[in-house]
């Protein structure tokens, strides 16, 4: 099993900044073996894809929604995933999750998400 606990999550205004975290565990999870992923649902709305980054650390894919606002990283000593969001935009609000696959070695473009987070409300006022 894989537990994944996400926050970082709160209210800031149009053009402000949120870092949230993603602190995973589990014995069968890895970050040298496991790609990982945000997704965000917003409410009325399906839940959305927006970042992933391999397994490698180094390639990552963005939702054209994100991209070049968020970014996503880890620091695979303290076994965290991070989304730092710049720019925001009341667009943005929504409960986000983090996630990662049961399969090892996915593309970063295509996390499904198989174990997923409780999620972080992110409120951003106009």
């Known amino acids: 099993q894989v537990q994944l606990v996400e926050s970082g999550g709160g209210l800031v205004q149009a053009g402000g900044s949120l870092r949230l975290s993603c602190a995973a565990s589990?014995?069968?999870?890895?970050?040298?073996?496991?790609?990982t992923g945000w997704f965000r649902q917003a409410p009325g709305k399906e839940r959305e894809f927006i970042a992933g980054?391999?397994?490698?650390?180094?390639?990552?894919y963005y939702a054209d929604s994100v991209k070049g606002r968020f970014t996503i990283f880890r620091d695979a000593a303290k076994s965290t995933l991070y989304l730092q969001m710049n720019s925001l935009k009341p667009e943005d609000t929504a409960v986000y999750y983090c996630?990662?696959?049961?399969?090892?070695?996915?593309?970063?473009?295509?996390?499904?998400?198989?174990?997923w987070g409780q999620g972080t409300q992110v409120t951003v006022s106009s």
């Open positions: 996630a990662t696959d049961k399969a090892t070695f996915v593309p970063p473009s295509l996390v499904r998400g198989d174990y």
């Open positions: 980054l391999s397994w490698t650390g180094s390639s990552t």
């Open positions: 589990g014995r069968t999870f890895a970050f040298t073996t496991h790609t």
